[in-house]
């Protein structure tokens, strides 16, 4: 396959790219900076400028690009950014994908649990409806930025992801510092639910999703078994061999991260991942303590 893909750079594109390579795949990137040769095409989302005629031909398309929603205090700047990022660039790219003279068969656009907002305990799957925070609307917005490409006949999937667990990056990594030294420990109340995926899955469900054409819409990536931030605290520290013995009040956690904190650390998912399990997918990692032990031995 001939594959196209954005944020090729970060956590999963890196990852992501390095598989299909391995597949036998033609693997383009979409870069902001200028391109080097066949192997890059060069965009500009805040300017809305992009080739489309060079968008054509592609088998699949995969967009994961978009600013970072947990680095730095979310500033009203900082929340323009993570929005426009995410539908601004998503709206230019399914615009372009639906007017270059030969489309691809499918486009999988990144969106994230944050659909669902804070939901308690309340179990959710891909028709639960959306939340009402600045995340949910985010999302909302980003999944409906696909439109033109949904309307042209592109099969589009919304992969919303759970919190992506491996070293190299993400969430993880900027735990394992503190709960290596033995200062890390539950955040509030500790029971609020976290909705985990290993990158190993997230890799391997993309590819799934990229050969199963019946697989459309929402699809959550996260791993069949939530754990509470408290069980998750207490797995990671057995997993280091390290007391969990500091926890964050919820009060310290908003003093130093602002309203970011309510969103991304003290917000409970409940999240099952029902597409993919009906649609098939065997997951390589279904336990908390089993994923963790095999990340942190890698």
């Known amino acids: 396959m001939k594959i196209l893909i954005s944020g090729s750079h970060g956590l999963v594109g ?45 088998d699949t398309v995969i967009h994961l690009a978009g600013e970072s929603i947990a680095s730095g205090r979310w500033t009203d700047d900082k929340k323009r950014r993570i929005r426009e990022s995410r539908v601004s660039g998503t709206t230019l790219l399914s615009q372009a994908l639906a007017r270059s003279s030969k489309p691809p068969t499918t486009f999988i656009s990144a969106s994230a649990i944050g659909y669902y907002g804070d939901r308690g305990d309340e179990l959710l799957n891909e028709k639960s409806p959306s939340g009402n925070d600045f995340l949910s609307e985010v999302c909302v ?16 999937v919304h992969t919303r992801f759970g919190i992506i667990l491996d070293q190299g990056g993400g969430a993880l990594a900027k735990m394992l510092t503190p709960f290596r030294m033995g200062v890390g420990g539950k955040i509030g109340d500790g029971k609020q639910w976290m909705s985990w995926i290993a990158l190993a899955d997230v890799i391997n469900g993309l590819k799934f999703v990229i050969e199963n054409n019946a697989v459309t819409g929402p699809v959550n990536f996260v791993a069949p078994n939530p754990a509470t931030n408290g069980e998750f605290t207490k797995t990671l520290g057995d997993a280091l061999g390290r007391p969990t013995l500091f926890p964050m009040p919820a009060f310290i956690a908003r003093l130093a991260f602002g309203e970011m904190a309510d969103a991304l650390l003290l917000s409970s998912a409940k999240v099952e991942p029902k597409c993919l399990r009906e649609s098939g997918y065997r997951f390589e990692f279904e336990q908390l303590q089993t994923a963790l032990e095999a990340i942190l031995e890698s």
């Open 14 to 58: 890196k990852a992501l790219s390095s598989e299909l390579l391995k597949g036998g795949h033609e693997i383009v990137s979409l870069v902001r900076q200028k391109s080097e040769g066949a192997s890059e095409i060069e965009w500009h989302p805040n300017q809305g400028s992009i080739d489309s005629e060079r968008l054509s031909g592609f």
């Open 141 to 156: 917005a980003w999944e409906r930025a696909t439109a033109e490409a949904e309307a042209k006949g592109i099969r589009t």
